[in-house]
């Protein structure tokens, strides 16, 4: 692979790796960098100035930063379904291979159409969708969304689903340091020394943080040796951790942080079972953020042209990548900070076009230094810059005596200052407070436990964030008591001067940005400034300054500084936006972490799954579970056609069913009895001991809460059950009961759910299957067993199981329950033990259809809005006992007459289909909410009576027996007679479950 | 009619697979044990009954009943905190539902959890790494010393886990899932140490 198109890298120097060259390609053009290198520097290297375009106006633009701040320089990373929009370029590790593509152009970035938005731009001002498309309100839909979002927009997300694994982690320390740079190194040294657990988190592949362009001297040996040192003294502790390619994106409360770890995306594919990316959750006793400072623009007009940068920036790609961003360089600055740029281009053989600073004094070296080079140094401000997708062309200068000057070059380095890293601080509502000498804000406290230190404080110089750094990390570590010393301060000598000059805007005729991202000029500023969108909030809502992925990193400042000057305010008295988490964008794939596809949520299994999945059944998601829901034969031609043939063989001989899914809960102690009064509505507490009884549970509120059957094993031993979805709810419930309400009661509970496989066998035959399974000695009959009978018995074998004389199918039945671990083997003896009676396992739906014909209410009718009144079971509401709900179960609203309740309904039409849904009106009147008399709640088809039978609640119901209504369906268009019925279609007088 | 013979499954016998999972290269960084023939009784004392358990289980098991986050190796049985009040004994099959039916009669309510959960193993070098993406608990040794336990929820799933004796100088660590979630953790727990390359030992008998 030949450097070949390498035009701008530098012969020598960088911290790149010349033996390791990488081919990649940008919009299909095939080029070279080396190992070390970002796409932006690779880019940069191949001299290359436009990378993209702008949201709104689809204004060329190039690399600004060299950091996540980097506004300008999205692109689409790699291909197929692992293509990723609005990466920045800046941040993206160079690799072989690496396909990357700019956005938000067409056909092509060199020659964009919707660039013609520019012409447009008067009519493309703040406000502008507010105010142009409101009328007519029809055409939004169809016109103008469309429309639009081909217009503006970033990146394209990849349709298919990502291949990548992510995944979610947690970790624990005393100090987190956020920031590996001078003063976060110099943190977590001295926390570690004094013997505190840390983790050091960085956002870079490399530590060192500005060290790693900007060198220094420290410790009296060059910057790059001692961040060598101290990594090496770091990692021989055993409890300190450093984390590379991670950033602290949020503080959340108690000391809980968010960290995303980058883990491959530096390589094109992930090595097999490793994660693409891993979000951290830190929690620490102390935080230190040593997140560094970031320098900000300056606007005047066509700050945006690609060739101009931050100065720090063209530092970056100079020092560090070896990579010139201009040939020949202009720098605009307004501090002393801004010239190391020029000694870093000087050093690397760069010329420099000339310096226009804003300050009317320069030190006596940087004038040495002008004349010694041959550059002109003017006292004013750029005025504007001309250029387009090739780069600058003429620098106009506005001296500070009125006159002009211009410069050429073909780069422009600028530096308006530098604004601490404030968001992670600021991310509890604690807003910055503004400092006069540096012009910036900087963190005012934090949340609790947490520290600013270094530049992310508003400390510039290498000696400061190296001292201050030292002191945070010793301090935190003190404060939790560790004793160790924290060893003496790194030093450096180089205490430079930041001698800073707020200049924010240079008025002038040409679009000067504020917001690069967001396409914001200050001409917007202006204009929301006059319609009244003077409240920073309204400024960034109204504007769209500071918003999407950078989150106005390099604008927010400017655009206060702006507003504060339009409406006579200073800029702390204009305030700062509300900063929140994350500090830098975070992939939807990383939040989700593991939990996706079928990881999307645990699964629960019931004892008989594996041998049910044998038989082929069909399963349904039921909450967590997976519940059989009909077990198909070969030939059968729909789930209809399964469902009848489970439930007649059922009816007419005997079926099994799993229903290890209901909640059990075993109610212990002396008070048992007592408690149970008290949560159900009925009385339990005069259950005899052997025997099963009905439940039903209120809310507070006096509406149905749950129901299920409750036995009583011993005195002081109940066994209850609750729905499969109300299970874990239930528990809760008791245990607040217990514990809160009813703390002088002395019961304990026990959540029993998964100790026990529970199946229901029910049909005429169930008697002689269960001979086959229980032992010789145990009496069956209905006088030894009789119905609602609950005891111990002993299988044959030797296992002992609990039977249980209950009946949800309105057929004679058993629940039978073993230890879990029997589950599979009960139901594979069930098989085989049956075969000769024609024994059938059935799944949820003919459960379902049993207990409709049956007239038995489920969680349909058990919606959070029924009275048991309403239910039907109002007179099991005891008159003798409080309970749960009672009182509040008297109310008028609750008592009307008129309310809606269970009845059965049947087609008048017995070949007619009923549906779920249906609204019942009375005959003769026109639908409408006024005439509305209440609904269809749950439908089977019977084959026991060969028709649609459904549940309904309806207003007068029980009064209304017999009434022949109308099933209204005006989602399926239907409207068809029905009849009002007694619930209870089959076996009302319960001969066939009593025996 | 024959007697029936009764066989028995665990929680995970159906996917438990002996061998290696996930990174082929290297040694194993995680290994992995389904436990099994166990007895598990939640011991919760009645009202005001606490003082009494705890002597009581001093009596029968020769060490106190643990009333902080603890797993308590006494004679014959693991005795392992799982709330106020309230403990787990980890026992090998045999009588040990009887033995605490008659250690805490008219002092605390008995529950048999045998079936209810699954008993899983965590040990090798990377098995701190394997929880730290499942668990949000601090198991540093210093925070989570042998014998530490803690009733806390894996994956959205509650467990009791705890902290065993060291294994050839690696920390050995327990956990007692709910046996119905327990193939989803399992899996999920595959899935995250897949990068560290797992043990999957035999199944075996749970020793105390």
New interface residues.
């Given amino acids: 692979m030949s450097a070949g198109g390498q035009t701008h890298r530098l012969a020598s120097g960088g911290l790149i790796d010349r033996g390791k060259p990488l081919g990649f390609s940008f919009d299909g053009q095939t080029m070279s960098g080396y190992a070390g290198d970002t796409l932006a520097s690779a880019l940069i290297a191949n001299g290359v100035k436009l990378v993209g375009r702008s949201f709104k106006y689809h204004r060329p633009r190039g690399i600004l930063t060299a950091g996540s701040e980097e506004p300008n320089a999205l692109v689409e990373l790699r291909s197929g379904a692992r293509r990723e929009p609005n990466t920045r370029a800046t941040t993206v590790e160079l690799y072989d291979g690496l396909v990357a593509a700019s956005q938000n152009r067409w056909p092509s970035l060199s020659f964009d159409l919707l660039s013609v938005n520019q012409l447009a731009a008067p009519i493309f001002v703040a406000g502008f969708y507010y105010k142009t498309f409101m009328w007519p309100g029809a055409l939004w839909e169809k016109f103008y969304e469309p429309l639009i979002r081909r217009a503006a927009g970033l990146g394209r997300a990849a349709p298919e689903s990502d291949p990548d694994h992510y995944e979610k982690a947690w970790a624990h320390c005393d100090v987190l340091v956020a920031g590996g740079g001078p003063a976060g190194l110099a943190a977590a040294l001295a926390a570690g020394r004094a013997g505190a657990r840390v983790i050091l988190c960085e956002e870079d592949a490399t530590l060192g943080g500005r060290l790693l362009s900007d060198g220094g001297t420290i410790d009296s040996m060059p910057a790059a040796d001692w961040v060598a040192r101290a990594v090496e003294e770091l990692g021989a502790m055993p409890d300190v951790r450093i984390m590379t390619r991670t950033t602290v994106t949020s503080a959340f409360d108690h000391g809980t942080h968010a960290a995303l770890e980058r883990v491959n995306d530096h390589v094109p594919v992930p090595p097999e079972h490793q994660p693409r990316q891993r979000l951290w959750r830190i929690v620490a006793k102390r935080t230190v953020v040593a997140a560094g400072a970031l320098e900000r623009p300056v606007v005047f007009g066509g700050n945006d042209v690609p060739g101009v940068m931050l100065a720090s920036a063209v530092r970056t790609y100079i020092n560090r990548y070896a990579a010139a961003p201009a040939k020949r360089l202009a720098l605009f600055t307004n501090n002393d900070d801004g010239w190391k740029t020029v000694d870093a281009a000087l050093a690397s053989g760069l010329t420099i076009a000339g310096v226009v600073d804003a300050r009317a004094e320069v030190s006596a070296g940087q004038r040495a230094l002008a004349s010694k080079h041959g550059f002109a140094v003017l006292n004013g401000v750029v005025d504007h810059v001309d250029g387009g997708k090739a780069g600058t062309g003429k620098i106009a200068v506005a001296l500070a005596g009125g006159a002009t000057a211009t410069l050429e070059a073909d780069g422009l380095a600028v530096s308006g200052g530098w604004n601490p890293s404030v968001g992670l601080t600021s991310q509890h509502r604690g807003r910055p407070k503004w400092r006069d000498d540096i012009a910036a804000f900087v963190p005012d406290g934090g949340p609790v436990g947490m520290v600013a230190a270094g530049s992310a404080n508003g400390v510039f110089s290498l000696a400061g964030c190296l001292k201050e750094g030292h002191a945070a990390g010793a301090a935190a570590a003190a404060d939790l008591g560790f004793g160790n010393s924290a060893g003496a301060a790194p030093s450096s000598d180089d205490d430079a001067t930041y001698a800073l000059k707020p200049v924010w805007h240079v008025k002038g005729k040409k679009k000067a940005f504020v917001d690069f991202q967001n396409d914001v000029t200050a001409s917007d500023v202006a204009l929301a400034a006059l319609e009244g969108f003077q409240s920073v909030e309204h400024l960034k809502r109204y504007t769209t300054l500071g918003m999407a992925t950078d989150q106005g990193k390099t604008s927010n400042t400017q655009g206060l500084a702006i507003m504060a000057e339009l409406t006579g305010r200073s800029i702390p008295e204009t305030g700062t936006t509300i900063y929140r988490p994350p500090y830098v964008p975070v992939a939807i794939g990383a939040l989700a972490g593991h939990h996706r596809d079928e990881n999307f949520h645990s699964v629960r299994l019931t004892p008989s799954h594996h041998w049910a999945a044998e038989q082929g059944a069909v399963f349904v998601d039921t909450g967590l579970w997976k519940r059989a829901q009909w077990y198909p034969k070969k030939g059968e031609k729909d789930w209809l056609e399964s469902v009848t043939r489970e439930v007649k063989a059922v009816r007419s001989g005997v079926g099994f069913c799993d229903v290890s899914t209901l909640g059990k809960i075993d109610v212990h102690g002396p008070d048992a009895g007592a408690f149970l009064d008290r949560v159900y509505i009925n009385t339990f507490s005069s259950l005899a001991v052997g025997k099963a009884r009905y439940g039903l549970m209120l809310r507070e509120d006096g509406i149905v809460y749950d129901d299920g059957t409750t036995s009583r094993l011993a005195e002081d031993h109940y066994f209850l059950t609750t729905t499969t979805a109300k299970a874990g709810p239930v528990m809760q419930h008791l245990e607040f009961c217990r514990q809160i309400l009813f703390p002088e009661l002395d019961v304990q509970l026990a959540s029993v759910s998964d100790q026990w496989a529970q199946f229901s066998i029910a049909g005429p035959k169930v008697r002689d299957l269960l001979k086959e399974i229980v032992d010789p000695s145990e009496d069956l009959s209905n006088e030894g067993f009789p119905f609602m009978a609950v005891r111990e018995v002993l299988l044959r074998g030797g296992v002992k199981a609990r039977l249980f004389r209950i009946s949800f199918s309105g057929e004679m039945a058993f629940e039978i329950s073993v230890p879990a671990r029997f589950g599979d083997a009960l139901v594979r003896k069930l098989m085989t033990a049956g075969e000769k009676f024609g024994v059938t396992p059935y799944g949820t739906e003919a459960l379902g259809v049993m207990r409709v014909e049956k007239g038995h209410v489920a969680g349909p009718e058990l919606n959070g809005m029924t009275t048991a009144a309403d239910l039907g079971l109002g007179k099991m509401m005891s008159t003798k006992k409080d309970f749960i709900g009672r009182v509040m179960a008297g109310r008028e609203a609750l008592v009307a007459p008129d309310r809606m309740v269970v009845v059965g309904i049947k087609p008048v039409d017995q070949s007619r289909r009923l549906r779920s849904g249906a609204h019942i009106i009375k005959k003769g009147e026109v639908p409408s909410p006024d005439t509305d008399g209440g609904y269809v709640t749950s439908v089977c088809f019977s084959p026991t009576f060969d028709q649609w039978l459904g549940l309904g609640l309806v207003t007068h119901g029980r009064e209304r027996i017999g009434e022949i209504a109308v099933a209204h369906d005006p989602l399926r268009g239907e409207d068809y007679e029905v009849e009002l019925c007694n619930p209870v279609f089959y076996d009302p007088e319960g001969g066939r479950q009593r025996g | ?11 995970l016998s ?1 996917i438990h697979v002996a061998g290696r999972h ?2 082929a290269q290297g040694a194993a960084g995680v290994t992995l044990a389904e436990l099994s023939d166990f007895e598990l009784v ?1 011991v ?4 005001g009954q606490w003082g009494a358990v705890a002597q009581a289980c001093a009596e029968a098991y020769g060490k106190a009943a643990p009333a902080r986050p603890q797993a308590v190796t006494a004679q014959g049985a693991l005795l392992v905190w799982s709330g106020p009040d ?1 403990f787990l004994i980890l026992s090998p099959r045999g009588a040990a539902v009887e033995k605490a039916r008659t250690s805490f009669s008219g002092m ?10 699954s008993l899983i193993r965590i040990s090798g070098f990377q098995a701190r790494d394997l929880l ?2 499942v ?4 198991l ?1 040794p210093a ?1 989570f010393p042998v014998d530490a336990a803690a009733a806390t929820s894996i ?3 509650a467990v009791n886990l705890w902290r065993g004796e060291d294994s050839s100088g690696e920390a050995v660590f327990f956990l007692l899932v ?4 327990a ?3 399992w ?2 727990m595959l ?2 140490g ?2 560290y390359g797992i043990a999957i030992d035999a199944s075996g008998a749970w020793q105390p």
């Fill in positions: 009619m024959v007697e029936l013979d009764w066989t028995a499954t665990t929680p159906r996930g990174a939640q919760m004392a009645r009202r309230q605390a309510s008995l529950s048999e959890q045998s079936d209810g959960r730290a993406k668990c949000s608990l601090d540093h925070v994956d959205h799933t709910f046996a119905t979630f193939e989803s953790l899996r999920t899935d995250s897949a990068e």
